[in-house]
């Protein structure tokens, strides 16, 4: 099973918006609605944004939005803040054999 | 909410056995599923396979010849171990935890990690 597809980098101006794919196949995003999000800051550990697509974890500003189309799952940060630059990596759950795919992460920078 | 601590060697020799642990702080190893995932230096997340209670576990079919996971209740511990390890498998190694299923909904999602421990392999 291949890692999903994400674009290696985006930026914005602070108030922007941006939005991150994430490409996978019929066999995981395209299938299921579980994809989930994390934002991992250097040296740190990943942190939950986004699951089943479109939920935000308690604490997670409303400014993080998720949303499927066919295979590609898309994060959107509006409004960007300085503190959102970090990278993302998404994940989809690809049935009981393959189990989770994570996408190869996107470095978002802050202009 | 629950705090997780990975442990376990820094440097593992080639050919050797990687062994971690994950002590899981609040006592609810048994509410939940727990998973490990690794990050090579600069690179992206692997999931490498999960375990929950009595016993029950999903490997990533690419390393599943090589890994067995483990899980002691009594001690709020599960466990890794990696076999016949190369300079490939030098990553950071995430311990974390996904809901369990509740009647019919399945949740597919990592809700708490920890801080990550690195292994080097080489000799």
């Known amino acids: 099973q291949s890692a999903l597809t994400q674009p290696r980098s985006v930026s914005g101006s602070p108030g922007q918006s941006v939005t991150i794919s994430c490409t996978g196949t019929s066999s995981d995003i395209g299938t299921f609605n579980y994809v989930s999000w994390y934002q991992q800051h250097p040296g740190k550990a990943p942190k939950l944004m986004i699951y089943?697509?479109?939920k935000r974890p308690s604490g997670v500003p409303d400014r993080f939005s998720g949303s499927k189309s066919g295979n590609t799952a898309s994060l959107t940060i509006s409004g960007l803040q300085a503190e959102d630059e970090s990278h993302y990596y998404c994940c989809s759950y690809a049935g009981s054999y393959t189990f989770y795919v994570f996408g190869t992460g996107t470095e978002v920078t802050v202009l | 909410q629950a705090q997780l601590q990975e442990s376990g060697p820094g440097l593992v020799k080639p050919s050797e056995t990687l062994s971690l642990t994950c002590s899981v702080s609040d006592g609810s190893i048994t509410n939940y599923y727990w998973n490990w995932i690794r990050q090579p230096a600069g690179k992206g997340l692997e999931w490498i396979g999960r375990i929950y209670a009595p016993g029950n576990i999903n490997y990533n079919p690419s390393l599943e010849s090589r890994v067995t996971m483990s899980m002691d209740t009594s001690k709020n511990q599960f466990s890794l171990k990696m076999t016949s390890v190369t300079a490939a498998d030098t990553a950071v190694y995430y311990c974390a935890r996904s809901p369990r299923k509740v009647s019919t909904t399945y949740y597919y999602f990592m809700d708490v990690w920890g801080t990550g421990t690195t292994v080097t392999v080489s000799s």
């Open positions: 089943d697509v479109t």
